[in-house]
Each structure stands twice: as C-alpha cells, then as structure tokens.
C-alpha cells in the first residue's frame, strides 16, 4: 500500500487559474512534508516545505497541512505555462537527516496558454 | 540555489556488465542518498549515507548494489552485475544537518539515465 497518496493523477488548468493537488498519508509517523516539482528532464526541485498545521504561502504558491487528517495540499495561483511539471508530494518523519523521504506517485500538471 | 552534479547524464551497458555512476553532492552536506525513477513516476528510495555508513536501504537495494563515497570525493552507486529491471533514472540527493529537531530538504542531481541492455 502507498503510504503516500497524490489526487488528481493529472489537472490541466488554463493560464492565469488556480490549480490545486492533494496528498494524504497513511502513516501518522510522518510529520513533515514537502511539495517538489520535477520539470522534463531535470531532478525534482523542493518547492516548499510545511510542517505545522494551517497554511504556508510562498509567493503564488500555498501550502496547507492538516496533521489530524495527514492531508496536505498545494494551490498554484495564477498558473503559468512554466508552471507545466510533475508535483511531488514527499514526506518524512524527521528529526534527524537520515530520515528518508517517501514520495507520492505524483501529479502531472498542464497549463494551457 | 544548491547544486547537485551527476555524471554521466546517460549510460547504456549490457546486462551483466558492471556499471558506476557518480554524483557530487552540495559541498557542505553530510547526508547522501540515491533514489531510482521508472518512466517518470514514483521517486523510489535506495539508501542513505552518512560519515561513510550506510544509514538505511530499502528492499530495491538489492545485494549487488553498493554505495561508496572514498576520501570525500564523488558519492558513487555501483552496480554489479546489471539487469534489465535496473533501467531507470537514477537520482542523487544531498542534505544538510544543522542540528535542529526538525527534517532537512534534499537537494536532487538532474539523474543518469541508465539503460541495460
């Protein structure tokens, strides 16, 4: 079983729209997460990070985490084409470096100009 | 922001061969991992490496795979002998340890693309 679950599978949002990803976990030892963004081609980049319930803002992208549910999301704002990539929700339990992250299968996201 | 170089970008080998592939981590990370990418799905975990041990290793690390990082140079995972099933993109991260009660972020190579043949 996946121990870190993504939803949609793929979104495709015009550009200048909202998009939003979903990712739950089924394991209550993960405490800290993260949302990375892998481009075609390239290793997958750490977008941000969130460890506290409620949301994190970083620009046109917001994070919100609710620890009860172990569900975290992400919302792009005013989505650009640049946006186009494979979003990865990755989490971890922590506390030390060596603490590996888990991935979710992940959600391919489309921007359309 | 941090940079995490792989080399070779591409590698194609029969099955059977041996085969090495290199990262050089963030120059002042002291966390290393390898992490394997099937068609552009699921990041799967390896293994971590940290002060020259193995931290941790998941079941895909399978016993002809090893990892080394000799007198702080590349960070290196080794597989001998291949198989097909080890086609894959494999990525190499690194971390920073600041002492802190809290996870620290990987920092990912752009991978090495291996084929077996």
């Known amino acids: 079983q996946q121990k870190v679950q993504q939803s949609p599978e793929s979104l495709s949002v015009p550009e200048g729209g909202m998009a939003s990803l979903n990712c739950t976990s089924s394991?209550?030892?993960?405490?800290y997460f993260w949302w990375y963004r892998q481009h075609s081609g390239e290793g997958p980049k750490a977008l941000m990070?969130?460890?506290?319930?409620g949301d994190k803002k970083e620009g046109r992208f917001t994070a919100h985490l609710n620890k009860a549910s172990l569900h975290v999301s992400l919302h792009i704002r005013d989505s650009q084409p640049s946006d186009s990539a494979l979003y990865f929700c990755?989490?971890?339990?922590?506390?030390?470096?060596?603490?590996?992250?888990?991935f979710g299968q992940g959600t391919s996201l489309s921007v359309v100009p | 922001g941090p940079k995490v170089l792989q080399i070779p970008s591409h590698q194609i080998i029969d099955m059977g061969q041996m085969v090495t592939l290199n990262c050089d981590p963030v120059?002042?990370?002291?966390?290393f991992y390898w992490y394997k990418q099937i068609l552009g799905q699921q990041m799967e975990f390896l293994v971590n490496?940290?002060?020259?041990?193995?931290?941790?290793k998941s079941k895909l690390f399978k016993d002809q795979f090893s990892v080394e990082r000799p007198d702080g140079s590349y960070f290196t995972l080794k597989i001998q002998p291949t198989a097909l099933e080890d086609s894959a993109v494999y990525f190499c991260?690194?971390?920073?340890?600041?002492?802190?009660?809290?996870?620290?972020?990987?920092?990912f190579g752009s991978g090495t693309r291996l084929t077996v043949l």
């Open positions: 991260a690194s971390s920073l340890w600041t002492g802190g009660a809290r996870a620290e972020t990987l920092y």
């Open positions: 394991d209550r030892n993960f405490q």
């Open positions: 990755a989490a971890s339990e922590g506390s030390s470096s060596f603490s590996k992250l888990v």
């Open positions: 490496f940290y002060n020259g041990k193995v931290m941790e």
């Open positions: 990070s969130i460890f506290s319930d």
């Open positions: 120059s002042n990370h002291l966390y």
